[in-house]
């Protein structure tokens, strides 16, 4: 280090001693505007010393004298100096003067100056606020880092330099420094060496950031203890090259029902001087984006093999719709950052029930329907509903047969929303079931699969006999009672009763009479008695059963004498 790089630096140093021990700048008694000291130190310079002081005449004479620390007082000096020359300043007023030191013994000295004026105005003994630091300074010359300028196929930097020691009892005669330890600063990096015979030494690093500040010091050690040990000044810089990268991915989409998982798969590769090269051991990261645009948590991340592949792992805990796959991390020395967007939607799981049932006109009835979520993080759709759907065997071949809007009352989670419906069934032999029609953000859920038949109902050959018939006397009915199955009609033995009613002579209303019983071949068993002429009809539509649909009415006049 030279010693214009330390002049400001001491002077500062100085004047903060100065105000930190009391010490005020020693001038000339009784007299106003004569000699004052300021500082006198070495400045880390081997075998001189620098006075800086000022006076309204121009100063004639500067006389430094050194006393070792540990001498008592009156003890006499060690040495002294009075070969001055002014190193700065306009004119001999004020300035800083140097000289240079020839003292026996290295170690740490008091000084005291005497200063004289033209005027003649003088001052004597008066004390430096610092001490004379009379040691082997210890400096590292030619630091260099090669290359200059790493690249990612040549990132090892190599660091070399030369330890130089100075005496200041000799301080033109370079000492050895073999074997003296090296610290080197490369930013993250701390590095060690040792100086061989001639001084040199080297060591080597990879940068672990773009810039990077190169510096290094030599460390304390037996050859020259209390050494002045010297940081390299000015700074080495060195900045890395990075280089551009891309990467593909199998996705830049997935929607994900809450508490599964998905895989992003791709590859990633750097570019050289030699192309296009895999990139490997390189983090991928998927994003989730904040409003501003920019990184607010991480939802997945994985490493590029040894050929630049990778496989991400996404998990439905966090949804990102907005969000982004990152190749690489910030201030990576040897490659810049790769991005692609990205969406993640989490379906969150939800909840539907419902009263389903079919009744004997074909009607059907979905009551007391519902559907909720749990999760805080899901939200409603503008206008949710349910579909309704049919299926031959309740396991495929769905179709739909109406959509339900559900009401929005609560519009939170663990709220029931409701829904219904009735309507006339398109089939009357079929699996029913309602399905919550999800979005990204909301999972699909569905009821189980009810099976709800009504079969439909006739009867054949119906009469009323005898006739004409007697008044008093018993009227028996015939005919068959049947239900269709498929395309089969068959025998309706049970669950279902077959309804009288009669319209008399010139009524137009018919009237309830009872209900007919069958055989187990669905033969009608039932009779009345005769009381007037009129129609009798008959059908099911009072008590159907519970897979049963109301049949058409069948009728025969009677004549009643």
């Keep these: 280090m030279r010693r214009s790089t330390f002049l400001a630096?001491?002077?500062?140093?100085a004047l903060s001693a100065s105000l930190f021990t009391g010490l005020a700048p020693a001038q000339?008694?009784?007299?106003?505007?004569?000699?004052?000291?300021?500082?006198?130190?070495?400045?880390?310079?081997?075998?001189?010393?620098?006075?800086?002081?000022?006076?309204?005449?121009?100063?004639?004479?500067?006389?430094?004298?050194?006393?070792?620390?540990?001498?008592?007082?009156?003890a006499p000096e060690a040495g002294s100096t009075e070969d001055f020359t002014q190193y700065s300043g306009d004119d001999a007023?004020?300035?800083?003067?140097?000289?240079?030191?020839?003292?026996?013994?290295?170690?740490?000295?008091?000084?005291?100056?005497?200063?004289?004026?033209?005027?003649?105005?003088?001052?004597?003994?008066a004390l430096s606020p610092h001490n004379l630091r009379y040691r082997t300074i210890l400096t590292i010359s030619g630091l260099t880092a090669t290359p200059s300028v790493p690249d990612y196929l040549h990132q090892q930097v190599s660091v070399s330099g030369t330890v130089v020691a100075q005496d200041p009892?000799?301080?033109?005669?370079?000492?050895?420094?073999?074997?003296?330890?090296?610290?080197?600063n490369a930013g993250r990096s701390r590095l060690t060496a040792t100086a061989g015979a001639d001084g040199h030494f080297t060591t080597a690093f990879v940068p672990t950031d773009p810039s990077v500040q190169l510096s290094a010091a030599p460390q304390p050690s037996d050859r020259y203890p209390g050494a002045i040990d010297l940081l390299t000044y000015p700074y080495q810089y060195l900045h890395t090259?990075?280089?551009?990268?891309?990467?593909?991915?199998?996705?830049?989409?997935?929607?994900?029902?809450q508490g599964t998982s998905g895989t992003v798969t791709g590859h990633a590769e750097i570019q050289t001087t030699a192309g296009w090269q895999p990139l490997p051991n390189t983090a991928i990261t998927l994003f989730g984006l904040g409003s501003d645009g920019l990184p607010a948590f991480v939802v997945g991340e994985t490493t590029t093999d040894g050929r630049g592949a990778y496989t991400l792992p996404v998990s439905s805990y966090n949804a990102a719709p907005t969000a982004e796959l990152m190749a690489g991390a910030g201030d990576m020395p040897f490659q810049q950052i790769a991005t692609e967007p990205f969406s993640l939607h989490v379906a969150y799981t939800t909840h539907i029930d419902a009263g389903v049932s079919l009744d004997d006109g074909s009607a059907l009835h979905v009551d007391d329907g519902y559907v909720y979520y749990e999760d805080a993080r899901a939200h409603w759709p503008a206008k949710p509903t349910v579909t309704l759907q049919y299926s031959k065997d309740g396991k495929s071949g769905w179709k739909n047969a109406t959509t339900i809007p559900i009401k929005i009352r609560y519009n939170k989670p663990l709220s029931l929303e409701t829904f219904a419906r009735t309507l006339t069934a398109p089939d009357t032999d079929a699996y029913w079931r309602a399905r919550f029609n999800g979005n990204p953000d909301l999972a699909t859920s569905t009821t189980k699969p009810v099976h709800l038949y009504r079969y439909a109902t006739r009867i054949t050959g119906f009469h009323a006999s005898p006739d004409p018939v007697r008044k008093g006397q018993p009227i028996r009915f015939?005919?068959?009672?049947?239900?269709?199955?498929?395309?089969?009609?068959?025998?309706?033995?049970?669950?279902?009763w077959p309804t009288l009613y009669f319209k008399p002579r010139g009524s137009s209303t018919y009237h309830y009479v009872?209900?007919?019983?069958?055989?187990?071949?669905?033969?009608?068993?039932?009779?009345?008695?005769?009381?007037?002429d009129g129609t009798w009809a008959l059908a099911v539509n009072r008590q159907t059963g519970d897979h049963y649909l109301r049949s058409n009415r069948v009728t025969d006049y009677v004549d009643v004498r």
């Design 9 to 13: 630096a001491a002077t500062a140093t």
């Design 28 to 74: 000339a008694d009784g007299t106003t505007g004569g000699p004052v000291l300021s500082d006198a130190d070495g400045w880390y310079e081997p075998g001189l010393i620098f006075v800086t002081a000022h006076s309204d005449s121009p100063l004639t004479r500067i006389t430094a004298h050194f006393y070792p620390l540990d001498a008592p007082d009156g």
């Design 93 to 125: 007023r004020s300035g800083v003067w140097r000289a240079p030191v020839h003292l026996a013994e290295l170690g740490d000295y008091r000084v005291t100056v005497d200063l004289q004026d033209a005027s003649g105005a003088t001052v004597t003994g």
């Design 169 to 184: 009892r000799d301080p033109d005669a370079p000492a050895s420094t073999d074997d003296v330890p090296v610290s080197v």
């Design 241 to 257: 090259t990075q280089a551009p990268v891309r990467f593909t991915a199998s996705t830049h989409a997935l929607n994900l029902k």
């Design 478 to 496: 015939g005919g068959t009672l049947q239900y269709k199955k498929g395309n089969t009609w068959k025998p309706l033995t049970d669950d279902a």
């Design 514 to 532: 009872c209900e007919l019983d069958t055989d187990k071949k669905g033969h009608l068993i039932g009779m009345v008695a005769a009381k007037q």
